[in-house]
Structure formats: structure tokens, C-alpha cells
């Protein structure tokens, strides 16, 4: 009965779950020689705002670690004060387990008066220690931030592709939780999830 009731409960949380959305590129060549031709400067034009984009992005992490490293001179020093935190907090636990009894005790304890009485017990669960920062994570988290721009490749390419006489189309579209609907077949007007590209002309 528990193990229905628990897996009902799964159902239940997975029909409420939020319908996720993409959107789809197609790219439709032009019909003439001429503009298929013009494609290929489309072409090398990408390959040139990408490479650029690259060494922008390499030049950027090359002199990223001033920044890395007051970063993880800040986390250190917020680290230590957690951790002071954490080592009081973790002789007060110790102490009221090993007296069995103190400021935290339960109420109606017999055999001690009514002023040692409280309802409220602090240290039922160990504290727990704060996770020391890594150098690494904080380094990817500034390039992340600092060095992961947007060069703006895919959109000019999309506008020399219409340039050259082809067409891009797009439609947002249902992937996951779509209530029972085909995967593609619902449009919003507002989509709950950030789209995503998918299709050619990477």
C-alpha cells in the first residue's frame, strides 16, 4: 500500500512538470547558382568570426588568474569564518551529548528544577562543516563569466545566408512534457524554457 501510494505520488509529480522548449532552425538554400556560390563567402566568413572569437576567448583566460585568485582569497577568508562557525558550533554539539544534558534538555526532565526546563533542543543534528573552495571551480566560474562572450558569428551568418537569397526559418517547439501532444506540434507564444538552436549553418 505504502509502495502505490509513494509511486502515485511520483506519477503525480511528474504530470505537473513544466512542458521544456527548443527552437529549430531550418536553413533552405537559395535555388540559383549564384546565390549556392555567395553561401560559400557565408561560409568563410563563420569560419574567420569564430576563429576570431577563439582567440579572443584564449587571450581572455590567458590573464584571467589576477582575477582567480582574489576570487579564491575571498572565498578563503569566508571559508575560515564559516569554518570558526562550524568548529564552536561543533564543541556544543559534543558537550550536550556527552553531559546528556544541559540548556538544550527536553521539558518535564525529572529530578531537576523547573528554571533548567527548555522546550528547545539546538544540537539534535551535528552541524555540518562548510565545503572548502577549489581553486579550479572558481577559475571556471570567471572564465564562464569573464572570457564566454557571444561573438555574434551565428547571426551574421543567418543574415548573409537571407543575403545570398536563402531562407532561415524558426519555430519554438515542445521536446519534454508536452501532455501527450508529438514533440514539435505545439508552438507557444511563451515559451517557459530558454530555447535552444538546433539545425545547420553552425
Excluded: K
Aim: with cysteine; net charge negative.
Amino acid at each position: 500500500m505504502a509502495l502505490a501510494m509513494g509511486l502515485a505520488m511520483v506519477l503525480g509529480f511528474a504530470g505537473c512538470a513544466s512542458p521544456q522548449y527548443a527552437t529549430e532552425v531550418r536553413y533552405l538554400p537559395p535555388a540559383t547558382e549564384a546565390g549556392r556560390s555567395c553561401l560559400r563567402g557565408c561560409q568563410t566568413d563563420m569560419q574567420a568570426c569564430q576563429a576570431d572569437c577563439q582567440s579572443r576567448r584564449e587571450s581572455c583566460i590567458a590573464g584571467i588568474q589576477p582575477q582567480v585568485e582574489a576570487a579564491f582569497d575571498q572565498a578563503l577568508r569566508q571559508y575560515e569564518a564559516e569554518r570558526r562557525v562550524y568548529m564552536r558550533e561543533r564543541q556544543y554539539y559534543q558537550l550536550d551529548r556527552a553531559m546528556q544534558f544541559g540548556l538544550y534538555r527536553d521539558p518535564f526532565y525529572y529530578g531537576y528544577p523547573a528554571s533548567f526546563w527548555f522546550t528547545d533542543r539546538f544540537y539534535d543534528d551535528p552541524p555540518i562543516p562548510p565545503e572548502a573552495p577549489s581553486r579550479e571551480a572558481i577559475r571556471a566560474a570567471v572564465i564562464d563569466q569573464e572570457c564566454n562572450i557571444d561573438c555574434g558569428c551565428q547571426a551574421a551568418f543567418d543574415q548573409c545566408y537571407v543575403g545570398c537569397g536563402g531562407q532561415v526559418e524558426r519555430r519554438v517547439v515542445c521536446v519534454e512534457n508536452c501532455d501527450g501532444e508529438a514533440p514539435v506540434s505545439r508552438i507557444p507564444s511563451s515559451p517557459t524554457a530558454e530555447p535552444s538552436s538546433r539545425g545547420g549553418g553552425q
